[in-house]
T-cell receptor, first 112, second 114 residues
Framework: QQQVKQSPQSLIVQKGGISIINCAYENTAFDYFPWYQQFPGKGPALLIAIRPDVSEKKEGRFTISFNKSAKQFSLHIMDSQPGDSATYFCAALMDSSYKLIFGSGTRLLVRP | DGGITQSPKYLFRKEGQNVTLSCEQNLNHDAMYWYRQDPGQGLRLIYYSQIVNDFQKGDIAEGYSVSREKKESFPLTVTSAQKNPTAFYLC?????????????FGPGTRLTVT
């Protein structure tokens, strides 16, 4: 119930294409869903986050889509660029616990 | 220049030795966390602290110890009891106000034990 399942494990996209990464959760008590971007040898950086009271949040080329009934959320990267090549992690948290539960990560490669 | 600093970036130790990883933050965050990351895997929580002089075990606390004597500092000791200590260690912090749950990560320390 505490797991967050992330797919795909790796993704190759051409420059200018759309990258889509999916996550699913079981625990309906989760109420905060962030996405992190991590470059090799660096710490993860918070990219964008969403609460369950909205179905979509957009920041620049990055969009989170949230489906509360299906208990799924996804990250869409529009107009993908080679500089977006990194590992992306979804996560989930209950405000009351302050413990982030991470997905296993998706390694994105954007080909020029 | 606000942020989270971890030192050193790379650390090498012989098996059987304890080693302490440093984590300092000047963000005035109340909560601090330690995660372990293994190749191709997500982050796993080792310990967390929501307030000075208090901390709780995470999912993989065995073989690790922490202290929280100051708000800014949350050092992690990897003891000789940790069976597989080679990993990338990440420290994070977060505010604890209502609705404020974002966690911010440091640059990490890569520990290699041989």
């Amino acid at each position: 119930q505490q797991q967050v399942k992330q797919s795909p494990q790796s993704l190759i996209v051409q420059k200018g294409g759309i990258s889509i990464i999916n996550c699913a959760y079981e625990n309906t008590a989760f109420d905060y869903f962030p996405w992190y971007q991590q470059f090799p040898g660096k710490g993860p950086a918070l990219l964008i986050a969403i609460r369950p009271d909205v179905s979509e949040k957009k920041e620049g080329r990055f969009t989170i889509s949230f489906n509360k009934s299906a208990k799924q959320f996804s990250l869409h990267i529009m107009d993908s660029q080679p500089g977006d090549s990194a590992t992306y992690f979804c996560a989930a948290l209950m405000d009351s616990s302050y413990k982030l539960i991470f997905g296993s990560g998706t390694r994105l490669l954007v080909r020029p | 220049d606000g942020g989270i600093t971890q030192s050193p970036k790379y650390l090498f130790r012989k098996e059987g030795q304890n080693v302490t990883l440093s984590c300092e933050q000047n963000l005035n965050h109340d909560a601090m966390y330690w995660y372990r990351q293994d190749p191709g895997q997500g982050l796993r929580l080792i310990y967390y602290s929501q307030i000075v002089n208090d901390f709780q075990k995470g999912d993989i606390a065995e073989g690790y110890s922490v202290s929280r004597e100051k708000k800014e500092s949350f050092p992690l000791t990897v003891t000789s009891a940790q069976k597989n200590p080679t990993a990338f260690y990440l420290c994070a912090s977060s505010p604890q106000g209502a609705g404020e749950v974002e966690q911010y990560f440091g640059p990490g320390t890569r520990l290699t034990v041989t």
